[in-house]
Structures are given as structure tokens and as C-alpha cells.
């Protein structure tokens, strides 16, 4: 069975799996997100759904975040939803969800939506004619807002306000250029880059150019191939080809136009195109672009002002407009065309320049009554509906002049039936609300599961939701259970340690044990006969370094005892960390600490190149500093090669070494998670046995009754998952309790 399980942001998670299958060409899912690429969209979603579902034969594409292999031999889609459980009920209760966490081998995290989940996962369209009155409205307004355009909520708003502004206004700020990982100097990987000395104070009569390159790949990766400089008139002042210094292992033809006969007769290389830039651009230059930090990237060079236009047209949830829509919907231009080969980066550039201006002549409450989300929506219906009426023609032999669509639904279900795939939708309530629902509702559980295990093998696509009750669900349920988690990971990431000498040195005691990872607080304990010490870590692994590798240890000149605050939550402890330790998506990751911050992301993976079988690495940075932790995460194809790897850095630390390492306990989407799970909130995980009272350490009745029933939940995945033909693909969506 080819598995695929949704996992885990905020309220929102998703979790995935490929595994065997007893075909000859067997159909497989590889999934392989790491570290920060672990959170995904709705989008996203639909995008995976639809092409599982689909093929390639049907305008579907290979999704660009995962990918699945011999899709025509999947037999079956299943979406398995489970309603109003979110990724905190998923670990506050892990032990609970003994199928779920061991069967499913990959998880990723959703961002949260305020739409229905289900709706949105499927593409629940609305009427063509209301998008189609929308979409004409937003773009000939001009003295009133659409009333659908909520000015203040609005991130363009937010940023810029509503009165126009300078060109010097929409320059990216250092901080800025720092999070969208600009190539600055000092700044990790650009030792190397070339600055374009355009150091002159920026004035809103500096000069404009727009600027954009195209990437073939090659043996170091995507290197560029072809870069254009546009001036503020629209002059193309340069457009010129570059030969990779590595060989071209894929000329990327559809998107870069480049091809071999193109590139063959250049000569060109990166240092002279650098000089030459660095030539044509006056000292007080600003370059503008879109995505503009991966040209500069690719370039090798250091620019200190720029505009750019992605970010400049936000969206919310850092979502970003592509430039061909921008330049059909706001220019009223057509670029990228589909018959064309490859883009032009002059246009491009071009497109940008313009772009920018309507920005600075319009202002930002001009740009925001455009309604471009709602734009973006109405282009997308109308294209996937036009796809659709094509579809069904075809199959019916009918030629018609025109062709009456504006009283269609479209949406990821119309496609389904386009094809002639059977669908069945088993819900308690929600899918009926929703106004997907074809089939006869459920009033248990229960009775959803028995209806799937007989009606999914008849269908090619099937979601199945279960619920929770609203008791589960209710607000002060949630804080409790949330409170809960958060002393529960506070303890877990807490050790003391002790007893030491009177006359100690602290420094050198916080030297020692940051060598096992990132410390949040240091506490000297003064309660105790002699004195002990309390550390919070920042991660989980390093908390149980610290147990593992100092327990007993001669630390300061006293063997000391390094142990986890005992309270009725923790005494699961040692099972929860050996099942972490086994989890299915942990396997073959390893955590490695002592890393020096000094390195580079090169010299990083430099210094583990000699691993066998390293297939990708983590390195997280500081939320507010932006700096490499002093830790890392390294993923290798199989969990001998990381038992191997695990033990070679580990003899390096015998010899001397400042590396340790030990297995992962936590997902980097657990990470991510956490932090937001803090920063929600606003207060930071605090000790737990400064805020924990007895009356909370004792699950409550309807705490007991959640437990119960998310046991239950677990069990019918169990069934319905083992009553699943060979080659079906398996998702679990837990969309919580945001929507």
C-alpha cells in the first residue's frame, strides 16, 4: 500500500507515508520534506489530491512539493478525516494513537484556514456567475472598495497604510533582506559574492532597473544561464547568456529557454558578467525584481537596495502572487506564454519595472480594491470549469459554439466526475453542511466505519470523516488539555543536576552542558543541602543528551546525578521518549550537537560529506537572531547508515571531538509547531514545577473521556486502513478545531 497520512501545524496537521506494494510496478509516494520545508498548503493539498486522482492525463500535474511515482497504477484514493483533532490532541495523547504514529511515515504541517477544511481540501467551488460579477466588480472599481475587501485586515494596509508613498518606502529593510534570506555580507554561504559597490545614499529619484536571470541545472545544482538588466524606460540595456562553470545536467528548456545549441558557442563566464553589472549600474542604483534574492543568489552578488515585487503585492499568511498573474491582472499584460519557449528574463524584468510604478502612481488602497485574491480565485474557476466542459465534450462527441457554465459548482469533486470516477463521501454532519455530501449520513462513528469498509473498495476516490462530540471540543476542554501540553513539554525539556561544591563556577557548569544543545535558563538551586542546578533546553534531544551523556559524570570536580523532575505527568516519561525514539518518521534521522556557529551551511556539509548514504541536513536558526543553532539534524536513506553515522560522530567525540549525537525524538514539524504554539500565545514554556498544582496533574473526567475516545478514532483508521486493497493511497487529515 502506497500511504499518505496528514500531520501537524497549530490547529491544522498532516501526516504521509509510502510504503510497499506487491505489484510489478508498484506505485510509491516520496515525501522526503525536512526541516523547514515540512509546513504545506491547502493548496498544496488539493494539488496532491488532484493529481493522485487524476494523472498527468487530465491538466493534473505532478505536485511540487512531493511525488508520486507510477500514478496510473494506484488503484484508489482515501481521505480519512478526523474532525476537530488537531496536532494538540495528537501529542498530548500520543500513546493513544498507537496505529496512527507507527503506520504513517511521514507528517507535515498545514497552516491554518478559516475555510471549511473538507471544502477547501476538495476545492469546493461557488457559483461561476457570482465569481465572474465579483471579479469584473473588484476590477472596475475606482472610487469605493469592494465590499468583500476588508482595508484594515489587509497585509498591504498593515505594511503601508493607504496614502501613496516614494519610491524609498518600498526599498526592503536590512532586517527584511536578513528574513528573505538576501545575500548580505557576513551573512552564511556569501563569503564569496561579488558586492556591486552601489553604496550611495538611495534618494526617490534613484534609478530603477529591473532585473531577472534563468537557471539551468547543473552538477552544483540550479546555476545561472542567462541574465537581463532593464532600465526604468523599459530599455533592455543588457541580456546576456553565462556558461556554468559545472556541466549542465538538465537545460531546463521549459522555463529557461536555454537549450544546448543556445549555450553552446558561449563563452561568457559568472566574474565577467559580475564586472559588467557592477559597470552599468550607478552608485545609487536600485534593482527590482520578483523573488529577486534568488537571481542575486544565483548571481553571486551583494546589492544593498531592493524592491521587491512578490512581497510588495503581499498576500496573507506570507503566500506569494506569481508574476504572470500580476502582470494579467494588474498590467492587463501577457508574459510566460504557454507558446513560447521558456521565459523571457527580459520581459520579466520589464514586467517587475511596471509593476513597481503602478505601485508608487497608485498607491497601496488602489492596490488592494483590485481584489486580486478574489481575481486569482475567479481565473482559477473559470479555467478549471473551461477544462472541465472541454472534458466532458470530448466524451460526449458534442460541438458546441459556447457553452453555458455558469451555473456549475466547480470543484475537485467535478473533476472526479469528468472522468467517470466513482466518489463516496461518508460524514456524520459536516460534509452535508458543506454541500459536498452525496451520500446518506452517519449518526456514529461507528456506523461510518461500517459503511466505508463496504463502499470504498466500489470507489475510486473516497473521503471519510469521523467527529469528535462538541463536548471534546469545548473551549475550556482545550485550554486545559493545552496547558497541560505545555507543562508536560516543559518538564521534558528540564533537567537538574547536582550536588556541586559551594564555591562552583557557574560559567564553566553552562559551558559544559550546552554542549548538548541550545539552553533556555540556568537556575542555581539554593534549597538543597548542596548546590544543584536547573536547565531548561530547547529541544528535546538535548535535554536527554544531557541525561544520557552527564548522569554520573565528574563535572566541576563532583560526580553529579542528572535527573528529570518527577510528577505524575513525567512517569510515562521514559516510554514516551523510547516511542518517540521509534517513531516511523524519525527513523534514520539523527541529532548532532556541539555544532560551531562559526561554520558556514558549506563548511557544515563538508565536514559530513564522508557519511554514507546522507540524504539531506537541518540546521535551524534563531527565531530572533536569525543565527545557526548550535545543533543539527542529519536524515540518511536508511536507519543502519544513520546508526553508523550516529557512531563514527560519536567516536570523533571520544577523540576529542566537540560532537555528540544521539537518534531524533522530534520531527522538525513538532518544532515548528512548539514555536508556534509559544508564540501564539505569548508566553514562552515556563518550568513547569513553578506553575503545576496537584488538582491538574490528575486527568480530568472529560479529559478521560477525550483519551477514550481518540483511542477509538485510532482503532477505526486501524480497520478501515487493513480493509484497503494493495496499491491504494491512504491520507489523514487532522484539520483541529480553527475551522
Not at 172 to 194: A, H, Q, W
Not at 380 to 389: A, R
Not at 449 to 455: D, M, P, S, Y
Request: charged share 25%; glycine share 6%; aromatic share 6%.
Amino acid at each position: 500500500k502506497a500511504r499518505f497520512s496528514p500531520g501537524l501545524n497549530g490547529h491544522n496537521s498532516l501526516m504521509a507515508m509510502g510504503g510497499q506494494n506487491t505489484t510489478e510496478k508498484k506505485s510509491r509516494l516520496s515525501a522526503g520534506l525536512f526541516g523547514d520545508d515540512c509546513e504545506i498548503s491547502h493548496e498544496q493539498v488539493y494539488e496532491f489530491l488532484k493529481y493522485a486522482a487524476l494523472g498527468k492525463h487530465h491538466n493534473a500535474t505532478q505536485p511540487s512539493w512531493c511525488r508520486i511515482y507510477h500514478q496510473r497504477h494506484l488503484a484508489k484514493v482515501v481521505v480519512i478525516v478526523l474532525q476537530e483533532v488537531s496536532q494538540l490532541y495528537f501529542y498530548r495523547f500520543y500513546l493513544q494513537f498507537k496505529h496512527l504514529r507507527r503506520a504513517f511515515q511521514h507528517r507535515f504541517s498545514l497552516l491554518p484556514t478559516s475555510a471549511n477544511f473538507i471544502a477547501s481540501v476538495c476545492g469546493e467551488g461557488i457559483s461561476m456567475k457570482h465569481q465572474n460579477s465579483m471579479q469584473g466588480s473588484a476590477s472596475a472599481s475606482t472610487g469605493h472598495i469592494h465590499k468583500n475587501v476588508d482595508l484594515q485586515k489587509d497585509p498591504i494596509i498593515e505594511k503601508y497604510g493607504e496614502e501613496k508613498h516614494d519610491l524609498t518606502s518600498y526599498i526592503l529593510t536590512l532586517e527584511e533582506m536578513r528574513k528573505y534570506d538576501y545575500p548580505l555580507e557576513g551573512s552564511p554561504g556569501c563569503g564569496n559574492y561579488v558586492h556591486t559597490q552601489c553604496e550611495s545614499p538611495r534618494t526617490d529619484s534613484s534609478p530603477l532597473f529591473g532585473l531577472d536571470c534563468e537557471m539551468c541545472l547543473t552538477e552544483k545544482g540550479n546555476e545561472v544561464t542567462r541574465v537581463s538588466l532593464v532600465d526604468a524606460e523599459g530599455r533592455c540595456i543588457m541580456d546576456d547568456l553565462i556558461k556554468p562553470e559545472t556541466q549542465i545536467l538538465n537545460y531546463l528548456t521549459r522555463y529557461s529557454g536555454i537549450t544546448r545549441k543556445i549555450l553552446l558557442p558561449v563563452k561568457t563566464k559568472l566574474p565577467e558578467i559580475q564586472d559588467k553589472l557592477k559597470k552599468l549600474l550607478p552608485r545609487d542604483a536600485v534593482l527590482v525584481g520578483h523573488s529577486l534574492n534568488a537571481d542575486l543568489h544565483a548571481l553571486q552578488m551583494i546589492h544593498p537596495s531592493v524592491i521587491d515585487t512578490s512581497l510588495l503585492f503581499a498576500r496573507h499568511k506570507g503566500r506569494r502572487f506569481k508574476l504572470k498573474f500580476l502582470a494579467k491582472a494588474v498590467l492587463g499584460k501577457e508574459i510566460q506564454c504557454e507558446n513560447k519557449v521558456g521565459h523571457d528574463p527580459t520581459e520579466d524584468a520589464e514586467a517587475a519595472l511596471e509593476l513597481l510604478q503602478y505601485f508608487i502612481d497608485q498607491g497601496p488602497r488602489k492596490v488592494v480594491e483590485l481584489n486580486l485574491e478574489m481575481v486569482l480565485s475567479a481565473a482559477n474557476l473559470t479555467e478549471s470549469s473551461q477544462q472541465k466542459s472541454a472534458l466532458q465534450l470530448q466524451q460526449n462527441g458534442v460541438q458546441k459554439q459556447s457553452i453555458d457554465i455558469y451555473h456549475d459548482s466547480v470543484s475537485f469533486l467535478d473533476y472526479l466526475n469528468a472522468t467517470g470516477q466513482k466518489t463516496l463521501l461518508l460524514s456524520r454532519k459536516e460534509l452535508a453542511s458543506s454541500g459536498l455530501c452525496q451520500n446518506s449520513l452517519s449518526t456514529l462513528n461507528k456506523q461510518v466505519l461500517k459503511r466505508a469498509i463496504q463502499e470504498v473498495p466500489l470507489s475510486s476516490f473516497s473521503v471519510i470523516q469521523f467527529s469528535l462530540h462538541s463536548e471534546h471540543v469545548a473551549a475550556d476542554l482545550v485550554a486545559e488539555v493545552h496547558e497541560k501540553m505545555r507543562i508536560q513539554l516543559a518538564d521534558m525539556l528540564t533537567v537538574y543536576a547536582g550536588p556541586f561544591d559551594k564555591d562552583f563556577c557557574l560559567k564553566s557548569l553552562r559551558r559544559e552542558f550546552k554542549k548538548c544543545g541550545p539552553i533556555q535558563s540556568l537556575t542555581v538551586l539554593t534549597e538543597t543541602h548542596q548546590p544543584h542546578i536547573c536547565i531548561q533546553y530547547e529541544v528535546l534531544e538535548a535535554a536527554q543528551l544531557a541525561m544520557e551523556s552527564l548522569n554520573g559524570a565528574d563535572v566541576a570536580g563532583s560526580c553529579i546525578k542528572v535527573q528529570r523532575p518527577v510528577t505524575v505527568m513525567m512517569l510515562d516519561c521514559d516510554v514516551l521518549i523510547k516511542e518517540l525514539e521509534m517513531d516511523i518518521e524519525n527513523e534514520g534521522v539523527i541529532y548532532v550537537a556541539g555544532v560551531k556557529k562559526t561554520l558556514t551551511e558549506t563548511d557544515l556539509q563538508e565536514k559530513f560529506s564522508h557519511l554514507k548514504d546522507l540524504q539531506a541536513l537541518f540546521w535551524p536558526r534563531d527565531l530572533k537572531s536569525g543565527k545557526h543553532r548550535n545543533y543539527c539534524f542529519l536524515k540518511f536513506q536508511t536507519s543502519e547508515s544513520a546508526l553508523e553515522a550516529l557512531k563514527d560522530i560519536n567516536r570523533q567525540g571520544a577523540e576529542g571531538s566537540r560532537l555528540q549525537s544521539r537518534k531524533a525524538l522530534t520531527p522538525s514539524h513538532l518544532h515548528r509547531w512548539i514555536c508556534h504554539m509559544d508564540h501564539k500565545d505569548g508566553k514562552p514554556i515556563q518550568l513547569a514545577h513553578h506553575i503545576l498544582h496537584v488538582k491538574k496533574e490528575q486527568l480530568s473526567t472529560s479529559e478521560q473521556d477525550l483519551r477514550k475516545k481518540l483511542k477509538k478514532l485510532d482503532r477505526s483508521i486501524k480497520k478501515l486502513y487493513r480493509s484497503l486493497e494493495n496499491n491504494t493511497l491512504c491520507v489523514v487529515l487532522l484539520p483541529g478545531d480553527s475551522s
